[in-house]
């Protein structure tokens, strides 16, 4: 069974994780991966930004940066954003969109028993994920653990299996949401103080003492943590790449709830009434807005 807390501790169960911000050295360049490579249409322009996504439901923030540099690779920030596909087929036209258009961007696979994931890295260093979800009555749980893996799973065999042209010709009408977020910190413990004891998510699973996986509703992970690259990471100095993670909430009330639990643990943030502003001990910049259609 999913793990369980008290309620009024928790994020809700109908949390949604939204719009990733990133910022960015070259637009062009940036845009035409995102459009091209991941079949993503631009949804707005902002302030010289592009939001990206499909069906109109921005994923992806790409925000110009030009006097930043790229964040060292022993620092915190963004391991990947995670771009959930609807069924196998869906997800294997973007996968092979993807390495058509840049071979070397494609950096690995696996089976994760909860999912099936495909990982590329953007041409400014950002990760990206591209998976599907099992059925959830196929995931299994131990004392509030879920269980995961990483299998062998052959790129290829996939696309054979589920790729058609009818899809690939369809990408774009097909449905795609930020399914979760992996970012790079110092310690495993204090991401656990934060995102669980301070922003009340539920711990989902963990990794050796290395990784942290948390989410809200009983899903396998809605946001994770890892050393990996990180170990030992102070703040974040303003590079290019992650700028903000966005999560929605489908009501007032749950922010305000988060907002009291904040306070409560002293971190700052800044407080609209429908929306909230803070940072991660890694200065990983969050934002926690109403919307209510999250998580429908």
Same mark, same amino acid.
């Given at each position: 069974?999913?793990?369980?807390? %008290?309620?009024?501790?928790?994020?809700?169960?109908?949390?949604?994780?939204?719009?990733?911000?990133?910022?960015?050295?070259?637009? *062009?360049?940036?845009?035409?991966?995102?459009?091209?490579?991941?079949?993503?249409?631009?949804?707005?322009?902002?302030?010289?930004?592009?939001?990206?996504?499909?069906?109109?439901?921005?994923?992806?923030?790409?925000?110009?940066?030009?006097?930043?540099?790229?964040?060292?690779?022993?620092?915190? =920030?963004?391991?990947?954003?995670?771009?959930?596909?609807?069924?196998?087929?869906?997800?294997?036209?973007?996968?092979?969109?993807?390495? /058509?258009?840049?071979?070397?961007?494609?950096?690995?696979?696996?089976?994760?028993?909860?999912?099936?994931?495909?990982?590329?890295?953007?041409?400014?260093? *950002? =990760?990206?994920?591209?998976?599907?979800?099992?059925?959830?009555?196929?995931? /299994?749980?131990?004392?509030? /653990?879920?269980?995961?893996?990483?299998?062998?799973? %052959?790129?290829? /065999?996939?696309?054979?299996?589920?790729?058609?042209?009818?899809?690939?010709?369809?990408?774009?009408?097909?449905?795609?949401?930020?399914?979760?977020?992996?970012? &790079?910190?110092?310690?495993?413990? %204090?991401?656990?103080?934060?995102?669980?004891?301070?922003? =009340?998510?539920?711990?989902?699973?963990?990794?050796?003492? &290395?990784?942290?996986?948390?989410?809200?509703?009983?899903?396998?992970?809605?946001?994770?943590? *890892?050393?990996?690259?990180?170990?030992?990471?102070?703040?974040?100095?303003?590079?290019? =790449?992650?700028?903000?993670?966005?999560?929605?909430?489908?009501?007032?009330?749950?922010?305000?709830?988060?907002?009291?639990?904040?306070?409560?643990?002293?971190?700052?943030?800044?407080?609209?009434?429908?929306?909230?502003?803070?940072?991660?001990?890694?200065?990983?910049?969050?934002?926690?807005?109403?919307?209510?259609?999250?998580?429908?």
């Amino acid at each position: 069974m999913p793990p369980t807390t %008290s309620p009024q501790d928790l994020l809700p169960a109908d949390l949604a994780m939204s719009t990733v911000l990133l910022k960015v050295g070259d637009m *062009n360049v940036m845009s035409a991966y995102y459009q091209q490579a991941l079949g993503l249409d631009i949804v707005t322009e902002a302030d010289g930004g592009l939001y990206l996504g499909r069906e109109s439901t921005a994923l992806v923030h790409l925000a110009p940066a030009p006097g930043l540099q790229v964040g060292r690779r022993g620092e915190a =920030g963004l391991f990947h954003t995670a771009l959930l596909f609807e069924d196998q087929s869906s997800l294997a036209a973007t996968v092979a969109s993807a390495a /058509q258009f840049e071979p070397h961007a494609f950096v690995g696979s696996a089976d994760h028993l909860v999912s099936e994931a495909f990982y590329f890295t953007d041409p400014e260093g *950002n =990760g990206i994920e591209l998976y599907y979800d099992r059925p959830r009555t196929q995931w /299994q749980w131990e004392d509030g /653990q879920v269980a995961m893996d990483s299998l062998a799973l %052959s790129p290829q /065999q996939y696309l054979d299996e589920h790729l058609t042209e009818a899809v690939l010709a369809g990408q774009r009408q097909q449905h795609a949401a930020v399914g979760h977020v992996h970012l &790079q910190v110092g310690d495993v413990q %204090s991401a656990h103080d934060f995102y669980v004891d301070t922003l =009340g998510f539920e711990k989902t699973a963990g990794w050796h003492g &290395q990784a942290l996986f948390v989410s809200a509703g009983g899903y396998h992970h809605h946001m994770a943590m *890892n050393v990996w690259n990180s170990r030992g990471a102070g703040p974040r100095k303003d590079t290019l =790449g992650l700028g903000e993670v966005l999560i929605a909430l489908r009501r007032k009330d749950d922010v305000g709830a988060l907002a009291e639990r904040l306070a409560h643990h002293g971190v700052a943030a800044a407080n609209t009434g429908a929306e909230l502003v803070f940072a991660d001990p890694w200065n990983n910049r969050i934002r926690v807005t109403v919307d209510t259609e999250a998580g429908a």
